[in-house]
């Protein structure tokens, strides 16, 4: 599995219990890096669901599993987010890493640039990496077929509630029937990105 930049011996992994943190996770335990598992708790039915699943997975294989839950009232993206990244902020001692993928990146590239600013996501924030920002959909699912990856399905992914679901579940699947190889184009603009921002590829 060809990642992004350099992965640590030991770090820590933002870990959701979906199919991208697990296969992540997957890897790394595979590895033998030293591995300890962030989950933050968005404090909805599922989140709940996805606590008790880590917390399980972790004990079973006796790794550490620190946990953060969102109290505050606005339930929105953008809130969880800023509450999500205030809860990594507390580990900074080693490189956290993300399971951000090329399907995310694309997404986050179309809602910028609908905003006017379009960006990808960065490699790198503080001590944040995200190695997998290159990597398609159909690469994971064949990892995870492969390696008999486990997860638990977020069934708010199906929705079109927030904005990102909106771009993921009506606007991509539009944009491939105009141009079936859209992650293709994307992985390349991307590949150009990170090569001027340092990363050897």
């Known amino acids: 599995m060809k990642l992004l930049g350099r992965i640590p011996s030991s ?46 997975f972790c004990r079973e294989r006796n790794l550490t599993l620190h946990i953060g839950t969102y109290y505050g009232v606005e339930k929105t993206e953008e809130a969880w987010r800023n509450a999500r990244y205030k809860f990594f902020s507390f580990f900074k001692d080693k490189p956290i890493l993300t399971a951000h993928t090329l399907c995310d990146n694309i997404e986050t590239y179309i809602m910028s ?19 997998m920002l290159l990597l398609s959909k159909n690469k994971i699912l064949e990892y995870a077929s492969e390696n008999k ?27 491939k029937q105009i141009n079936p190889g859209l992650e293709r184009v994307f992985k390349r603009r991307c590949i150009e990105k990170y090569r001027k921002d340092g990363l050897k590829i």
């Not at 959701?16 to 300890?36: C, I, P, Y």
């Not at 992914?157 to 927030?162: A, V």
């Open 149 to 175: 990856v486990v997860w638990i399905e977020d069934p708010s992914n199906s929705t079109s509630k927030y904005d990102r679901n909106k771009i993921r579940n009506q606007v991509i699947p539009v944009l």
């Open 11 to 56: 770090c820590y992994l933002a870990c959701s219990g979906g199919k991208d943190s697990m296969m992540l996770l997957n890897f790394l335990l595979a590895g033998r890096r030293d591995v300890t598992v962030l989950y933050f708790n968005h404090n909805t039915e599922h989140g709940k669901e996805a606590e008790h699943f880590l917390h399980e």
């Open 113 to 131: 640039d609908i905003k006017g600013t379009a960006k990808f996501i960065p490699y790198q924030r503080d001590n944040i990496i995200r190695p």
